[in-house]
């Protein structure tokens, strides 16, 4: 491969690991045509990007971007395949539903906005980060709870609130 042809590469990976805040470095090695076609229409589905890459292109691509991927570094050895996502669970929850069937892909590591995580054991770990949406879902749950609260206090006892108060102001 020319080097024009790994530049025009590197910059195109690098693109998109500054499109997507969530990479997986996964092994995908051994899967057939057939099964890897399953995966990417998976992928496409739950709005997943999947690349198959050469190590060392991938390496220079993260060492171009502005964000410090240095932790994977040794993760990047054997057939390597990366998973581009916006939603930090979504490629974890893809590859365990995906494992039902096939014994891959492993993740190698996995780079979740900022926070990195090894190995394979990680999946269910991974697999129960909260989505950005979910957690702001979450807050706003927790915020209006206690207005909910007073609310329906108020509504339930409006006939004895306002009993109340017309004892208080018939004794002043």
Known sequence: MKQE?????IDAIAKDLADYPNVYVTDISGFTVET??????????????LKVVKNTLLKRAM?????????????????????LSTTGNAPAKLIKDFRAKNKKPIIKAAFI???????????????????????????VGLLQSP????????QSGGGKLAGIVKTLSERA
Request: net charge negative; charged share 30%; glycine share 4%.
């Open 113 to 139: 906005e900022s926070a990195t995580y090894f190995g394979d054991d990680q999946l269910d770990a991974l697999c129960n980060i909260k989505s950005r949406e979910e957690l702001i879902g979450d807050i």
């Open 5 to 9: 042809q790994k530049s025009v590469i």
């Open 147 to 154: 207005a909910k609260n007073v609310i329906s206090a108020l």
């Open 63 to 83: 060492e171009q971007s502005e964000v410090d991927y240095s932790e994977i570094y040794p993760a990047l050895k054997g057939v390597t395949s990366i998973m």
């Open 36 to 49: 890897v076609n399953q995966l990417r229409r998976q992928c496409f589905k739950r709005d997943i990007k």
